[in-house]
């Protein structure tokens, strides 16, 4: 089965009708009345049946629920003429306009995280950097130059191959382009392939050298325990200097008891007549796990090295009773292929469908990870869903927090109770077994008991979500992809500051500015808080 | 710390007071509400999942359900402000807030504005803008889902004005000759002096930022 690409922020458009036309439950995530218009449903079929990979490709880990239903061009707003006399009127009130946000419509985070404050008081808008984002298309990248809501030297690198995708592209832009006006955007998509995603993040920074880069994107191959081809083209740019954002994902939580993902080590919970050869194992009392929630996909990795695991675990979905087989992934991994297994249904697998983890005769005890698509998705459950590149440790990781979570209105954040993260917003702690090269951080021991590997403290901070944005479908824009383009707009406001500044001094900043919310500390759901860009800047100018 | 970078992060500071202050002028708060009905309308808006935004009028989504259906109305004047953000609480998810060009007396298509498309996304507060004259009065209606469902229901709405869409109000007014003696909010003298300073020392910061060299 293909990878497929998990575009990490709640999307509107064709994910979205994906996600709907998969049964998953979306009543609970957002009120509304309207059913998904017809024209809208044949466009998502004709994807699926042109693309079955590409049909979950548009996954989105957490959806705002809503049709993309076209809007009046912006040039009919009957306001548009208001609109623009005012901000020329305020133009020429006003010198300094340069270091404004720009575009008709500016993100609440500008003002969430002060980056207001922060462009006016140190004079910078982010001109000479450039910023690379990653999504998967731009379909309204014209209306969005046209408006001014993005900069007419936008350049776009490689857009969709098979779209049409959401244009969260163009959104993700919005928000960098409202924060930094001066910098350049670059836009390169993430979807068509991991070794597409991957040969982008290095041409973005290669050849385009870009100083800072974004993207919202997983995959499903991605592994929580080693890097693939994505997170090391991720670690090499940092290396040479770019500062790399990623979303943390939108697939729920420990602490908000929707975590979609179970980790922990192989234990022996016998046989099943119905899996014969098999040892199934115990997910601590009971031999299987169930879905709380109807999921299309499901995955399992283990801490075998990448591409040459010698244990074979196999997956199974089994009916709510146990008494069948519903779905299996079975590959056979015997020296040169990955510790990979996944399951996978367009329709998607019933509520309270068992699912099995089983090792066939041989297999090591390894460390595990079982993950579905969705939070709430699974009866047991553990920290941890943050994984594949936003896992490493080069990566910025960041997790989303409603602009107006104080319920103080369009103010900045101040951090603490007041401003926690989503409620659907992943967790870590991250483990990873395996440097970038494959080779073991910690040799023979590939267990979390006996404490193998690495913990990677993720995520690494928080930023605004729900924000209005211009692109269609993406008023409000939820989810972490929206949290990470703020990020990228403080990190490119600061390189604007100070051009000398490594992605380690701007994280270091960034860290020393932050709001601790959540858990005191550094914590798996906000991790060291939200960052305030004036307070940023001002610890790196020191 | 260098002796460059102390007036700098002084300033930050400083403007972190005013913004905190100042960075968006609340020109109603219901405070926590118990929905109570002051009349009935017929059928209700549909909750179509578009969110009305200042840079996009939202054609009128069309009605949804049946007779009785119960409504709350708040009628604000828009001040000296043409650009409203509403935000609207309910934990519930039985009730809908709208917005209306002046008065409104039932009819749901009659002088609509907007509305967020949604009921609480993600339990957030749900959100929406609207474009409207300065010195206007704007009806805002809390109607409930289904008759009779939302009695008794917490709510809270809030709403913001701004100067433009940037959520600048920290400028003058754009066009003083338009108006100032209505009953809208003005900046109050605490905020002016405030802004005052703050553009004192910012015009400080840029003389001194554009001679000496960064730290």
């Known amino acids: 089965m293909r990878p497929r690409p998990v575009l990490c922020a709640a999307t509107g458009g064709v994910c979205l009708l994906l996600l709907i036309a998969i049964g998953a439950d979306i009543s609970s995530r957002r009120h509304l009345d309207d059913p998904i218009a017809p024209s809208a449903f044949a466009q998502m079929r004709a994807i699926l049946a042109a693309k079955h990979a590409r049909a979950v490709a548009g996954l989105p880990e957490e959806a705002r629920p809503i049709a993309r239903v076209n809007r009046p061009a912006s040039s009919n707003h009957p306001h548009s003429a208001v609109i623009g006399s005012l901000l020329a009127a305020l133009a020429t009130l006003n010198p300094e306009r340069a270091l404004m946000a720009a575009g008709a419509l500016t993100s609440q985070g500008d003002i969430s995280h002060s980056t207001n404050i922060a462009r006016s008081t140190y004079g910078v808008d982010g001109t000479g950097v450039r910023v690379g984002v990653l999504s998967d298309s731009v379909e309204s990248l014209a209306s969005l130059l046209a408006s001014g809501d993005l900069p007419a030297d936008t350049t776009i690198v490689e857009d969709i191959i098979d779209g049409p ?43 385009y050298h870009c100083d800072v880069i974004v993207d919202g994107t997983s995959w499903s191959t991605e592994s929580p325990f080693s ?49 014969p050869g098999y040892t199934l194992h115990s997910f601590g009392g009971q031999s299987f796990n169930r879905l709380l929630v109807s999921t299309a996909a499901i995955e399992l990795f283990w801490s075998d090295p990448p591409e040459a695991s010698t244990n074979d675990y196999d997956l199974f979905v089994l009916n709510s009773a146990g008494t069948s087989v519903v779905s299996a992934s079975t590959n056979i991994q015997n020296g040169t292929q990955r510790p990979f297994e996944e399951v996978f249904r367009a329709s998607g697998f019933p509520v309270n469908s068992r699912v099995v983890i089983a090792a066939t005769a041989g297999a090591a005890p390894r460390a595990l990870a079982l993950q579905a698509f969705f939070g709430e998705a699974l009866q047991l459950k553990t920290a941890g869903r943050i994984g594949g590149h936003a896992g490493i440790p080069a990566a910025v990781t960041v997790a989303p927090v409603f602009w107006n979570s104080a319920r103080k209105g369009t103010k900045p954040f101040v951090g603490g109770a007041f401003n926690p993260t989503e409620v659907f917003s992943s967790d870590g702690p991250r483990r990873l077994f ?109 | 710390m260098t002796l460059v970078s102390f007036p700098r992060f002084a300033a930050a500071l400083l403007f972190a007071l005013i913004a905190t202050s100042a960075s968006a002028e609340v020109i109603f708060d219901s405070g926590v509400l118990a929905f109570a009905a002051s009349s009935t309308q017929a059928g209700r808006l549909s909750r179509n999942g578009i969110s009305s935004d200042w840079a996009n009028a939202k054609a009128f989504p069309g009605t949804v359900g049946g007779a009785g259906i119960g409504y709350q109305l708040f009628t604000v004047d828009s001040g000296i402000y043409e650009f409203l953000q509403i935000s609207f609480d309910d ?36 959100f929406f803008q609207i474009v409207v004259q300065r010195h206007t009065p704007v009806a805002f209606v809390i109607n409930e889902i289904n008759a009779g469902f939302g009695v008794g229901a917490p709510f809270q709405l809030f709403v913001e004005g701004f100067f433009d869409t940037e959520y600048n109000d920290i400028t003058t007014e754009p066009d003083p000759g338009g108006g100032g003696s209505g009953t809208g909010n003005v900046p109050e003298p605490t905020s002016l002096a405030l802004m005052g300073a703050g553009l004192v020392c910012f015009a400080r910061y840029r003389r001194t930022g554009t001679r000496g060299p960064r730290a």
């Open chain 2, 91 to 126: 934990t519930a998810a039985r009730l809908f807030v709208s917005a209306y060009d002046g008065a409104y007396s039932g009819p749901v298509a009659t002088g609509y504005l907007g509305d967020p498309g949604a009921s609480q996304p993600f339990g957030n507060s749900s």
């Open chain 1, 227 to 275: 890097y693939g081809v994505i997170a090391q083209a991720v670690d090499a740019v940092v290396a040479d200097g770019a500062v790399y954002v990623s979303a943390a994902g939108n697939s729920g939580s420990l602490t908000r008891n929707n975590a979609s993902t179970w980790q922990g080590d192989f234990a022996a919970a016998g046989t099943d007549p119905l899996l």
């Open chain 1, 434 to 542: 395996y440097a970038p090269d494959g080779s073991p951080l910690t040799p023979g021991n590939l267990l979390f008991a006996t404490n193998g590997g690495q913990v990677v403290q993720k995520p690494d901070f928080a930023a605004a979500d729900g924000i209005t944005a211009r692109t269609t479908g993406y008023s409000p824009y939820y989810g972490a992809n929206a949290g990470a383009a703020h990020i990228a707009g403080i990190a490119a406001l600061m390189k604007a500051a100070k051009p000398s500044l490594t992605p380690a001094e701007i994280r270091a900043a960034m860290a020393s500015a932050a709001l601790d919310i959540m858990a005191p500390g550094n914590d798996r759901d906000g991790g060291i808080g939200i960052v305030m860009a004036p307070a940023a800047i001002a610890k790196a100018l020191q």
């Open chain 1, 165 to 207: 995708g959401s244009s969260e592209g163009t959104a993700m832009m919005e928000i960098i382009h409202d924060l930094a006006p001066g910098t350049q955007l670059f836009f390169a998509s993430s979807v068509n392939s991991p070794e597409s995603f991957a040969a982008n993040i290095r041409t973005l920074r290669n050849v």
